[in-house]
């Protein structure tokens, strides 16, 4: 069982950044590949980045790429993304999800029935 607790939303002006972390229970996040998904009203939930359980693979959405950073720190069982030149479009609820993946240098960009949800954050960008 994993617990995810996400941080770091609020309310910024277009072209501000904020840092987004999710922190996970348990004693083995270092064998969970760690995503990032938003929720916009009116909207399907989306893609946002993902990191293996190392940390030594990443893969963002288009949107995204080029100005959001995902990494994790599995000492403090904590994943972050990092969100710069934030852009209206960019306001959703963002969750983060841990799948298990053992070892294995895996990624996900869809979610499935067995991964573990956080209950997400707001991130506002106003124009």
């Known amino acids: 069982q994993v617990q995810l607790v996400e941080s770091g939303g609020g309310l910024v002006q277009a072209g501000d950044s904020l840092r987004l972390s999710c922190a996970a229970s348990g004693r083995t996040f270092s064998r969970y590949a760690m995503g990032w998904f938003r929720q916009a009203p009116g909207k399907e939930r989306e893609f946002v980045a993902v990191i293996s359980s190392s940390g030594t693979s990443t893969r963002y959405a288009d949107s995204v790429k080029g100005r959001f950073t995902i990494s994790r720190d599995n000492a403090k069982n904590t994943v972050y993304l990092q969100m710069n030149s934030l852009k209206p479009e960019d306001t959703a609820v963002y969750s983060c999800?841990?799948?298990?993946?053992?070892?294995?240098?895996?990624?996900?960009?869809?979610?499935?029935?067995?991964?573990?949800w956080g209950q997400g954050t707001q991130v506002t960008v106003s124009s």
């Open positions: 999800a841990a799948r298990y993946t053992g070892i294995l240098s895996v990624v996900f960009t869809t979610p499935q029935y067995d991964d573990y």
